[in-house]
């Protein structure tokens, strides 16, 4: 089967926000086996928006449409798509409770043209909104099924996986299911390569390589008659992946980030962390606090961007800052073991680095990154040189140096230097 993509909103159009609806709903259809050969952003302009839709009926067998679902008047979605479908509007009873309630529990103002959104077209699926407003809803015809959800991420997510995921597997006659291997320590070039054999044969399962910062996910995705089928054509293929990258791989969960994985790394170690950043400015913390339960293993960060706060808060030596400079390898060594002293936690991860654009030079060029990582008072430091612009520079360095904290502790525990 088919399935099209319509974003709606002129502020996509415009730039004003970063379209991931279409990424995260593109990856969704590839689990799933699902072909998506057409993805269009419309703003929100009736005209154009009912000729994209009436295009996309034509040749697709289901048509995904999200924003312009909201109360105001350039929302237009809905009212286009049950002209396209040949349905009226009615008022659903239960989606108005739900938007009435959703104001009083906020002690929001509901005004009148909230009531818009409870408007849903005839013989049509509903799908109730908790974390919302506006409702989606699912059309059904013979040639082709529509499918609107609201813009919001924070309410298009949990709807497509409360309600639209199971609706489209149940519709495709064969079983999709893929299992994702995350990577860290390696490219994407050198992960194809080294999977080059496997992708030149492969028929089912398939195997697809997707680069992300720091790191590569591999998606191993099986046809078959049910899931038991499927995971069992899965199972061979990831053991030998498992055995060509080893300890690169830090998980075979889709829902485990890089952090999450260290995180559990040390709670099953009963090891405690620090953080000492300068150039990612308190970027790592803020990945580490996203794992529920770190507060057992983190215990304290420093954001010491001067010179000054280096010296005053982790005891780097005025003369390693003259000498060798703010971002060297000793001040990070001086960092990490700094940090790791004052807070008196195991581990202490340090970053210094140059993000850009400016203060670079031809010895120290702009990217040029120094991480350290102290355990029990040894202390591991690795140089980077990383490209693109700021942001993506602290973005990089942050996943390095989650990189090589796991990479230091895997070390250490084979050692058996630390731990339970």
Same mark, same amino acid.
């Given at each position: ?68 679902? =909201? ?8 009212e ?70 609201p ?5 298009l ?49 398939t195997?697809?390589t997707?680069?992300? &910062? ?18 069992k ?14 300890a ?27 953080t ?8 790592l ?11 057992d ?26 000498k ?6 000793q001040t990070a060594k ?11 936690t ?19 060029? &702009? =990217? ?16 980077y040189?990383?490209?693109?612009e ?17 990479h ?13």
């Open positions: 089967m088919t399935v099209e993509l319509i974003c709606v909103g002129t502020e996509i159009l415009l730039g004003n926000i970063v379209n991931t609806n279409a990424a995260y709903m593109s990856e969704k259809l590839a689990g799933l086996g699902l072909s998506n050969y057409y993805q269009t952003v419309v703003g929100d302009n009736a005209g154009r928006l009912k000729a994209t839709l009436e295009t996309a009926v034509k040749r697709s067998d289901i048509v995904i449409l999200c924003g312009g679902l =909201g109360p105001t008047e350039d929302d237009l979605t809905k286009t798509a049950a002209e396209v479908m040949g349905r009226k509007l009615y008022e659903d009873e239960k989606a108005w409770k739900q938007i009435v309630k959703f104001f009083e529990k906020r002690k929001l103002n509901l005004t009148e043209n909230n009531r818009k959104q409870a408007q849903v077209p005839e013989e049509s699926i509903i799908l109730y909104n908790k974390n919302g407003t506006a409702p989606g809803i699912i059309m059904e015809a013979p040639e082709c099924k529509i499918i609107l959800l813009g919001p991420p924070g309410e997510i949990p709807m497509w996986e409360t309600y639209v995921e199971d609706y489209l597997r149940k519709l495709s006659p064969e079983q999709f299911v893929s299992e994702t291997v995350k990577i860290c320590e390696a490219g994407e070039s050198a992960v194809e390569t080294e999977l080059k054999d496997l992708i030149d044969k492969q028929t089912n399962p195997i697809a997707y680069a992300k &910062v720091g790191e590569v996910h591999i998606r191993v995705t099986a046809k078959g008659r049910d899931e038991k089928e499927c995971r054509l899965i199972k061979p293929v990831v053991k030998e992946i498992k055995q060509r990258f080893g690169k791989i830090f998980t075979t969960d889709e829902n485990v980030t890089l952090e999450q994985a260290v995180v559990q790394l040390m709670l099953e170690n009963g090891m405690t962390l620090s000492a950043e300068s150039l990612t400015g308190g970027m913390t803020s990945r580490l606090v996203n794992v529920p339960g770190v507060s293993v983190l215990k304290q960060g420093f954001v010491t961007y001067s010179n000054k706060a280096k010296r005053k808060y982790l005891g780097v030596k005025r003369g390693t800052l003259d060798r400079g703010a971002v060297s390898e001086e960092m990490a073991k700094g940090g790791a002293s004052q807070t008196k195991n581990v202490c991860v340090a970053l210094t680095g140059i993000a850009g654009p400016d203060g670079g030079s031809e010895e120290k060029p &702009v =990217g040029l990154t120094y991480i350290a990582v102290c355990i029990e008072g040894k202390v591991k430091v690795k140089e040189l990383f490209s693109g700021r942001q993506k520079i602290r973005e990089s360095a942050t996943t390095a140096a989650l990189t090589l904290l796991r230091y502790l895997l070390e250490c525990l084979t050692e058996k230097t630390f731990g339970k």
